[in-house]
């Protein structure tokens, strides 16, 4: 037994060395954002990466709610899973209360390909090099996203704009690689120096920024 648990955990470490190589995985094992909007913190956004036999497991968690005074508002929570196997993406399902209308999406790699269906779109063959996204991964943006909500093809078209200086929760700084993206969504994102996600910025529905400030940095 004890040389069994041994030889477990050496191929554990295997394991986690290969997938340092292949996806931006923090060490810590978690990517945590808070939530901000009008100089009030109205959420999390929370990855946590987890190594279970030979898959990646990231589970996701998003809370956000506004309040004016005790009333709440807004309401909004993301509860979702993927799986990576072999530095590819093999499952994503997630669930999703906005503000009391509800989404789900599911999409699986099998033998014809990546098969998507959700509530925002017929069942589909996505195309290849489209991910999820999540943004925790820098390569979503050489490719076609899924909508990680409802399951919807976007095709957005990505502009690197540099490096500078980026806010992290506490009111400390980080140099982040800035991209902006248009056309089927409108958003910008930043990548640390390692191309973990660093930040995200994007207009609300009343066109109050929307602003991820992450916590380990």
Same mark, same amino acid.
């Given at each position: 037994m004890r040389r069994r648990a041994w030889l477990m955990g050496v191929a554990? @470490? &295997?394991?986690?060395?290969?997938?340092?190589?292949?996806?931006? &995985?923090?060490?810590? =094992?978690?990517?945590?954002?808070?939530?901000?909007?009008?100089?009030?913190?109205?959420? #999390?956004?929370? @990855?946590?990466?987890?190594?279970?036999?030979?898959?990646l497991v990231v589970t996701i968690a998003v809370r956000i709610a506004i309040y004016f005074g005790p009333i709440r508002l807004f309401n909004y929570r993301m509860d979702g899973v993927e799986q990576w196997q072999d530095g590819q993406i093999a499952h994503i399902h997630t669930v999703t209360n906005d503000n009391g209308s509800h989404a789900h999406m599911r999409a699986d790699m099998g033998a014809a390909g990546f098969a998507v269906q959700g509530n925002g779109t017929a069942p589909y063959m996505?195309?290849?090099?489209?991910?999820?996204? #999540?943004?925790?991964?820098?390569?979503? @943006?050489?490719?076609?996203?899924?909508?990680?909500?409802? =399951?919807? $093809? $976007?095709?957005?078209?990505? #502009?690197?704009?540099?490096?500078?200086?980026?806010?992290?929760?506490?009111?400390? #700084?980080?140099?982040?690689?800035?991209?902006?993206?248009?056309?089927? &969504?409108?958003l910008d994102l930043w990548y640390d120096t390692n191309q973990r996600w660093l930040a995200l910025s994007f207009a609300g529905k009343d066109g109050s920024e929307i602003r991820y400030l992450r916590r380990d940095v």
């Open positions: 554990g @470490l &295997v394991a986690h060395a290969a997938w340092g190589e292949t996806l931006p &995985v923090p060490a810590s =094992g978690q990517l945590a954002f808070e939530i901000w909007r009008k100089g009030d913190q109205i959420g #999390t956004h929370t @990855l946590t990466f987890v190594q279970t036999g030979d898959k996505a195309p290849p090099h489209a991910l999820p996204a #999540t943004h925790w991964n820098h390569a979503e @943006l050489d490719g076609p996203w899924i909508n990680p909500q409802n =399951g919807k $093809l $976007l095709r957005p078209h990505v #502009t690197p704009l540099g490096e500078e200086s980026v806010t992290t929760a506490g009111g400390g #700084t980080a140099t982040g690689r800035h991209y902006r993206v248009s056309g089927d &969504v409108a």
